[in-house]
């Protein structure tokens, strides 16, 4: 089992709707979570992280957390074109060192 | 300064030269990783530094040596790679006991 697991993209929305995004991670012991952006040929850029069960907002982005279900989602609201990009969950793994873990990523589009 | 910053941001080089990759922050991070990541794929973790020692190698090849010369400067030295170790190189640095990771621009390296 993949330690992290984002749901399979490509996802396309229109222009002013909601683009939902999940992601599930298998170690029980992690704390924190973070959600990253990536347009093509650049860095991640870290969007938003979470390390309490709940909703977390900031602008229009929600990062939502179950530890229980071991379950992460980001909403975006308001979609615009410039959200067109690759998200990436990425999971804080203890062990030995802390290391951070991501998943395969979800494409998203944003369609004018 | 809350930047990572990586040089060079492109690097062409040849099968059998050395080359460098360097990767510096001044926000007292005592943890910095390197991250290398192919088209289409999400980062993968190749080494991590804790206070200046290894702490972690993903089992790389040893034509990737890294180093951590002092608590700000993280270097990734290279010797006879091949074309499929192309990528985009990704330096990040983590304060311990605190969650966030910062991460640099990247270098995207092209093995000819």
């Known amino acids: 089992q993949k330690e992290v697991e984002q749901n399979s993209g490509p996802l396309s929305v229109p222009e002013g709707a909601i683009a939902s995004l999940n992601c599930t991670y298998s170690d029980r012991g992690s704390q924190s979570f973070f959600w990253y952006r990536q347009y093509s040929g650049k860095s991640p850029e870290l969007i938003m992280s979470?390390?309490?069960?709940g909703d977390k907002e900031d602008g229009r982005f929600t990062a939502q957390l179950n530890k229980a279900s071991q379950y992460v989602s980001l909403l975006i609201r308001d979609s615009q074109p410039s959200d067109s990009a690759t998200y990436l969950c990425a999971v804080n793994v203890q062990g030995g060192s802390e290391k951070l873990v991501f998943g395969k990523g979800t494409k998203l589009t944003v369609n004018p | 300064d809350t930047e990572v910053t990586q040089t060079p941001k492109h690097l062409v080089m040849g099968m059998t030269n050395k080359k460098s990759l360097k990767c510096e922050q001044h926000?007292?991070?005592?943890?910095m990783y390197w991250y290398k990541q192919k088209a289409k794929k999400p980062p993968e973790l190749m080494f991590v530094y804790s206070y200046e020692k290894l702490s972690i190698n993903e089992s790389v090849p040893s034509r990737f040596s890294p180093e951590c010369p002092n608590s700000s400067l993280l270097n990734l030295h290279l010797h006879a790679l091949q074309p499929e170790d192309s990528a985009l190189y990704l330096c990040a640095s983590r304060s311990t006991g605190a969650y966030g990771y910062t991460f640099g621009s990247g270098t995207r390296l092209t093995v000819v």
């Open positions: 979470i390390y309490s069960n």
């Open positions: 926000m007292g991070h005592r943890a």
